[in-house]
């Protein structure tokens, strides 16, 4: 691996690589947002419902979003089940499909995997603006009172 470092990776993590005594890959693999997360009386919420890589910090913030909603349409619809887990599904899908989206985004923008591709992240002309939509307030969110 070092010795691939200074062809493979900017020179600044090559530098690092070079340097630690036993660097090490850590595979991290992306999985495709669910199309569901209901399935009769099964639901799915946090991990199992929106298997996001780290890049994106978004994980346990999206799982008290889960029980925060869940909890919320079981209490609108007391008398209907049912109707709780659709709703529930209907508003958390499209967000834990978008975040799952996003992290793989900046995982493959983080390991320069989007450098030569068009529409790439600009590293070396970057305004500010464009450094700004990676923040992590900045990302696309869910907002939801608890």
């Not at 493979?8 to 690092?16: D, F, K, R, Y």
């Not at 947002?33 to 994980?59: D, K, N, Y």
């Not at 790439?120 to 970057?126: G, M």
Request: aromatic share 8%; with cysteine; glycine share 4%.
């Amino acid at each position: 691996m070092q010795a691939d470092a200074v062809r493979v990776w900017m020179p600044e993590l090559a530098a690092l690589m070079n340097v630690t005594p036993a660097p090490f890959i850590n595979a991290i693999f992306d999985r495709e947002p669910l199309q569901q997360l209901v399935w009769g009386r099964i639901v799915l919420v946090g991990e199992a419902a929106h298997p996001t890589s780290p890049h994106g910090l978004r994980s346990t913030n999206m799982s008290i979003l889960d029980a925060a909603v869940l909890g919320d349409a079981i209490t609108k619809w007391s008398s209907n089940l049912d109707q709780a887990l659709k709703e529930y599904e209907s508003l958390r899908l499209p967000v834990t499909s978008q975040q799952v989206l996003f992290s793989r985004f900046l995982g493959n923008l983080k390991q320069g995997l989007l450098a030569d591709s068009p529409g790439s992240f600009p590293w070396p002309d970057a305004k500010e603006e464009d450094c700004q939509k990676l923040l992590q307030r900045n990302m696309p969110t869910f907002q939801h009172e608890i």
